[in-house]
T-cell receptor, first 112, second 114 residues
Framework: DQQVKQNSPSLSVQEGRISILNCDYT??????FLWYKKYPAEGPTFLIS?????DKNEDGRFTVFLNKSAKHLSLHIVPSQPGDSAVYFC???????????FGKGTRLSVIA | NAGVTQTPKFRVLKTGQSMTLLCAQD?????MYWYRQDPGMGLRLIHY???????AKGEVPDGYNVSRLKKQNFLLGLESAAPSQTSVYFC?????????????FGQGTRLTVV
């Protein structure tokens, strides 16, 4: 049973527009949610995170929104740039010695 | 500042051969993880460790063994490689603390089993 779901395998957005990547989760015990970005032939790199006690976290062009009642989070990128083209993974973790659980990823293509 | 280093970066194995993937981190992290990435499957956890001398199974542990004899190293072993183990393997480490502490990843090991 997949605990973290990214239902859109791919997303294509024009440069300058907003990119919205979605993530759903099933485990209500998750305390933190993270977004990772991955370029080909590289390891994933941390992008932004949010605690379950917050509903929004912003870092420059990147904002993550959390809706606990819907068990849904989203990553907004504004404005989108060609360098944002990558695979984005949503991840979640609960307190204690538990590992990060990842979704399957969404491939974002930003078209110039 | 090396972070997380994986060795080797590429390897081709014949079915039935064995090998060990090495992960080394220089950040004094307690937690270490091995994931595999396959097309359309995301990052799936193979095994993980919450400290020196401890290991635990993840989502897809079959066919793999691990050891954490030193805090900075986490080894992933394949005793008898199978074509189904063709994948890109990522090691990650994370410090103890609040749950939002990010995990740092290595650059990956691309393994092909023929």
């Amino acid at each position: 049973d997949q605990q973290v779901k990214q239902n859109s395998p791919s997303l294509s957005v024009q440069e300058g527009r907003i990119s919205i990547l979605n993530c759903d989760y099933t485990n209500s015990m998750f305390d933190y949610f993270l977004w990772y970005k991955k370029y080909p032939a590289e390891g994933p790199t941390f992008l932004i995170s949010i605690s379950s006690i917050k509903d929004k976290n912003e870092d420059g062009r990147f904002t993550v929104f959390l809706n606990k009642s819907a068990k849904h989070l989203s990553l907004h990128i504004v404005p989108s740039q060609p360098g944002d083209s990558a695979v984005y993974f949503c991840a979640a973790i609960s307190s204690g010695n538990t590992p990060l659980v990842f979704g399957k990823g969404t491939r974002l293509s930003v078209i110039a | 500042n090396a972070g997380v280093t994986q060795t080797p970066k590429f390897r081709v194995l014949k079915t039935g051969q064995s090998m060990t993937l090495l992960c080394a981190q220089d950040m004094n992290h307690e937690y270490m993880y091995w994931y595999r990435q396959d097309p359309g499957m995301g990052l799936r956890l193979i095994h993980y460790s919450v400290g020196e001398g401890t290991t635990a199974k993840g989502e897809v542990p079959d066919g793999y063994n691990v050891s954490r004899l030193k805090k900075q190293n986490f080894l992933l072993g394949l005793e008898s490689a199978a074509p189904s183990q063709t994948s890109v393997y990522f090691c990650a480490s994370r410090s103890i603390g609040q749950g939002n502490t990010e995990a740092f990843f290595g650059q990956g090991t691309r393994l092909t089993v023929v």
